[in-house]
């Protein structure tokens, strides 16, 4: 931690009306003046109510974020949403790969390599999200596993700009259980992946290359997790949906 700046960034999954979206980026904005402006605030509420996101956090420090992105720019693909849409609207990140679209919506390393592409391509920073099951974990592939996701999705992605691409360690046992992965479980996963990366793209990359921790991040949990050393942030499903818990985080994750 410390030496990279800490977003800390709610997923919002498939919650929040515009109008519910509205007041809460109006409360959040609220209580966070006077916090620590030097880490980085990020929501992603669903598609339908980014616009109405963008246009209350003007003006505030809160980026937002979409959820998910197709890697064409426009064509026939009924019910998708494109980098150049997302970037008109306003939003700075997308959140790709997450485990919920890899398990329901078929997303494979290759499309998460497509879509990552097509991101950078539109000047939207990726949050790219990896992470083993529960089996893999037991039966100690956790290291494969994440390995595969991570050169799967980056591929031949060249060159990368470390504050320009953001990465986040989402065990799937933890997300949504309650069963957070310990501090010692995620350090020891975040440090193998800098390993890699600095394999793959260099030292410099791997050093400055922000990696989130997801999964069951709640107020009492986020400090141990984000105080250690390759762990940058986190990426907060369930508790970010309440402005007194997500800020609970955001006061305790930096
Ligand atoms: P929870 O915080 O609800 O476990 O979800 C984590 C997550 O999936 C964030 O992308």
Same mark, same amino acid.
């Given at each position: 931690?410390?030496?990279?700046?800490?977003?800390?960034?709610?997923n919002?999954?498939?919650?929040?009306?515009?109008?519910?979206?509205?007041?809460?980026?109006?409360?959040?904005?609220?209580? *966070?003046? $006077?916090?620590?402006?030097?880490?980085?605030? &990020?929501?992603?509420?669903? /598609?339908?109510?980014?616009?109405v996101? =963008?246009?209350?956090?003007?003006?505030?420090?809160?980026?937002?974020?979409?959820?998910?992105?197709?890697?064409?720019?426009?064509?026939?693909?009924?019910?998708?949403?494109?980098?150049?849409?997302?970037?008109?609207?306003?939003?700075?990140?997308?959140?790709?790969?997450?485990?919920e679209?890899?398990?329901?919506?078929?997303?494979t390393d290759?499309?998460?390599?497509?879509?990552?592409?097509?991101?950078?391509?539109?000047?939207?920073?990726?949050?790219?999200?990896?992470g083993?099951?529960?089996?893999?974990?037991?039966s100690?592939?956790?290291?494969?596993?994440?390995?595969?996701? *991570?050169? $799967?999705?980056?591929?031949d992605?060249?060159? &990368?700009?470390?504050?320009? /691409?953001?990465i986040?360690?989402?065990? =799937?046992?933890a997300?949504?259980?309650?069963?957070?992965?310990?501090?010692?479980?995620?350090?020891?996963?975040?440090?193998?992946?800098?390993?890699?990366?600095?394999?793959?793209?260099g030292?410099d990359?791997?050093?400055s290359v922000?990696?989130?921790?997801g999964?069951s991040?709640k107020?009492?949990?986020?400090?141990?997790?984000?105080?250690c050393?390759?762990?940058?942030?986190?990426?907060?499903g369930?508790?970010?949906?309440?402005v007194?818990?997500?800020f609970?985080?955001?006061?305790?994750?930096i």
């Open positions: 931690m410390a030496i990279r700046k800490v977003i800390i960034a709610g919002w999954k498939m919650h929040k009306t515009s109008a519910e979206t509205r007041s809460y980026i109006k409360e959040l904005s609220a209580v *966070l003046d $006077g916090v620590n402006p030097d880490s980085e605030i &990020l929501a992603a509420p669903p /598609f339908t109510s980014l616009a996101a =963008v246009e209350e956090a003007k003006g505030t420090r809160i980026g937002i974020a979409g959820q998910n992105l197709h890697w064409e720019d426009k064509g026939a693909f009924t019910g998708e949403i494109s980098g150049p849409m997302l970037r008109e609207l306003g939003c700075s990140h997308v959140i790709i790969g997450h485990s679209r890899r398990q329901y919506f078929g997303e290759e499309k998460v390599n497509l879509k990552i592409a097509a991101a950078m391509n539109h000047s939207l920073i990726p949050i790219f999200c990896l083993e099951s529960l089996d893999e974990r037991e100690g592939k956790t290291f494969d596993v994440v390995k595969r996701q *991570l050169l $799967g999705g980056i591929g992605l060249r060159p &990368l700009e470390p504050k320009n /691409f953001v986040a360690y989402e065990p =799937v046992w997300i949504g259980t309650g069963r957070t992965a310990t501090p010692e479980q995620a350090q020891e996963v975040h440090a193998f992946l800098r390993k890699e990366l600095s394999l793959l793209l030292k990359f791997a050093n922000r990696i989130l921790y999964g991040i107020p009492d949990n986020a400090s141990t997790l984000v105080s050393e390759d762990i940058d942030g986190g990426l907060i369930g508790a970010s949906l309440k007194q818990d997500f609970g985080i955001i006061k305790e994750g």
